[in-house]
């Protein structure tokens, strides 16, 4: 970073880096994880990231019942409290929206803006689908399992209740859960109070809230949410591939202290030790490399399991000689299906900007002194329009 005061705050230069009002406002009623939090193996309940399509229902746990039917022999309906009086499991579970990564693709789809921020870790305590499954008995042609919540909405013209569908033998995962706890306490509501489906090795997306129905199909379900959204493709009329696992992720918890508005990160010279979390919804984490050059460079880091369930992420490190100057910091996770983090977003573009995975990216700046003695920040308007001359900076 230069050490004079003449560097001016970046202004968006063209409309694909503007963001529009009403990502805007996605981006506010929904919100995504705290980088610093990344040191803490369980995210603090509250900080989870969050991403809600619709309303949030009013729900009451009393007298709460979810519907089991279509193609099975026994259909049958059941209360919250004849679940939780059922075999309960608690696992710990990294989640990730699908939509990771949206906003670092040229060009940007235009939705939910995210970064690399929308993950989080929670103890989430509940009750196996299999068995209620096996309990209503599926039927010979039972291909998928749809989940419906009690949100309803508009998307793409059509107005609907949130639905998601997983094939039966997914469904069948003793993994796959009915969960109405988070770290030990109530789902909040914006959550799924009172109860939702967990499947840990998909994208958020597939985790339902505000649990309605649960119905076996007999062919693929191709409701908005399914057939619409939430594909991987290039163009419009392409059918393209669902959005389904994870893919194999790793991030840096930004090492010395931010600036307040850009983030930029200042470090003091010396030996600093780099740390992160990776995880998978295709297999275990292999390995994780980090660079301190920009990529030009990688060495091998150190991996520590933050708990014995296997879709919660696993925390790693790697030593790093800080010296003056200004340097992109890397990481990249490899898994053991064999899949690794591309190096760059735009070579996994996709019309949906979903399961943007590209190794994460941090910007430091290695400075003595950092504060009023050291790095000088212009004293520049924050609250400015797109295309609006700054003042000039002062001598």
Same mark, same amino acid.
């Given at each position: 970073?230069?050490?004079?005061?003449?560097?001016?705050?970046?202004?968006?230069?063209?409309?694909?880096?503007?963001?529009?009002?009403?990502?805007?406002?996605?981006?506010?009623?929904?919100?995504?994880?705290?980088?610093?939090?990344?040191?803490?193996?369980?995210?603090? /309940?509250?900080?989870?990231? /969050?991403?809600?399509?619709?309303?949030?229902?009013? /729900?009451?746990?009393?007298?709460?019942?979810?519907?089991?039917?279509?193609?099975?022999?026994?259909?049958?309906?059941?209360?919250?409290?004849?679940?939780?009086?059922?075999?309960?499991?608690?696992?710990?579970?990294?989640?990730?929206?699908?939509?990771?990564?949206?906003a670092t693709l040229s060009p940007r789809p235009v939705y939910v803006p995210w970064l690399?921020?929308?993950?989080?870790?929670?103890?989430?305590?509940?009750?196996?689908?299999?068995?209620?499954?096996?309990?209503?008995?599926?039927?010979?042609?039972?291909?998928?399992?749809?989940?419906?919540?009690?949100? @309803?909405?508009?998307?793409?013209?059509?107005?609907?209740?949130?639905?998601?569908?997983?094939p039966v033998a997914d469904a069948m995962r003793p993994e796959v859960m009915l969960v109405?706890?988070?770290?030990?306490?109530?789902?909040?509501?914006?959550?799924?109070?009172?109860?939702?489906?967990?499947?840990?090795?998909?994208?958020?997306? +597939?985790?339902?809230?505000?649990?309605?129905?649960?119905t076996v199909l007999q062919q693929p379900f191709e409701g908005v949410e399914e057939a619409?959204?939430?594909?991987?493709?290039?163009?419009?009329?392409?059918?393209?591939?669902?959005?389904?696992?994870?893919?194999?992720?790793?991030?840096? /918890?930004?090492?010395?202290?931010?600036?307040?508005?850009?983030?930029?990160?200042?470090?003091?010279?010396?030996?600093?030790?780099?740390?992160?979390?990776?995880?998978?919804?295709?297999?275990?984490?292999?390995?994780?490399?980090?660079?301190?050059?920009?990529?030009?460079?990688?060495?091998?880091?150190?991996?520590?399991? @933050?708990?014995?369930?296997?879709?919660?992420?696993?925390?790693?490190?790697?030593?790093?000689?800080?010296?003056?100057?200004?340097?992109?910091?890397?990481?990249?996770?490899?898994?053991?299906?064999? +899949?690794?983090?591309?190096?760059?977003?735009?070579?996994?573009?996709?019309?949906?900007?979903?399961?943007?995975?590209? +190794?994460?990216?941090?910007?430091?700046? @290695?400075?003595?002194?950092?504060?009023?003695?050291?790095?000088?920040?212009?004293?520049?308007?924050?609250?400015?329009?797109?295309?609006?001359?700054?003042?000039?900076?002062?001598?």
């Open positions: 970073m230069a050490d004079d005061a003449t560097v001016q705050r970046p202004l968006p230069q063209t409309h694909a880096e503007v963001v529009s009002l009403a990502e805007l406002e996605l981006a506010f009623r929904n919100h995504g994880f705290m980088d610093e939090l990344l040191r803490e193996p369980i995210t603090p /309940l509250g900080c989870h990231y /969050l991403l809600n399509h619709f309303d949030i229902p009013r /729900l009451d746990a009393d007298g709460y019942t979810i519907q089991v039917g279509g193609r099975v022999s026994r259909p049958f309906q059941i209360s919250l409290s004849e679940l939780q009086a059922r075999q309960t499991v608690t696992q710990l579970v990294t989640m990730e929206c699908a939509g990771v990564g949206r690399r921020n929308d993950f989080g870790t929670y103890h989430w305590t509940g009750t196996s689908l299999a068995p209620l499954l096996t309990q209503a008995g599926l039927l010979e042609d039972a291909v998928e399992v749809l989940f419906t919540g009690w949100d @309803v909405g508009v998307d793409q013209g059509v107005e609907h209740a949130f639905e998601r569908s997983i109405w706890a988070a770290n030990g306490q109530l789902l909040l509501p914006q959550h799924g109070f009172p109860l939702r489906l967990i499947v840990p090795s998909w994208y958020g997306v +597939a985790s339902v809230k505000w649990l309605r129905a649960i619409q959204e939430y594909r991987y493709r290039q163009s419009p009329d392409e059918e393209g591939e669902p959005v389904r696992e994870k893919r194999v992720m790793s991030v840096i /918890l930004p090492p010395g202290i931010p600036d307040m508005l850009s983030r930029e990160r200042f470090v003091r010279p010396g030996m600093v030790t780099v740390q992160g979390m990776a995880w998978s919804g295709g297999g275990s984490i292999a390995k994780v490399e980090f660079s301190a050059d920009g990529g030009q460079s990688w060495q091998q880091a150190s991996l520590t399991p @933050v708990s014995n369930d296997p879709y919660a992420w696993v925390q790693w490190e790697a030593p790093w000689t800080a010296a003056s100057g200004t340097t992109v910091l890397m990481s990249r996770a490899t898994d053991t299906a064999g +899949a690794t983090q591309p190096l760059n977003p735009n070579d996994i573009w996709n019309l949906g900007g979903d399961g943007v995975n590209a +190794a994460d990216r941090v910007t430091v700046s @290695v400075k003595s002194g950092i504060g009023s003695s050291g790095v000088q920040v212009p004293s520049v308007p924050k609250r400015v329009l797109p295309g609006a001359k700054l003042p000039p900076p002062t001598e």
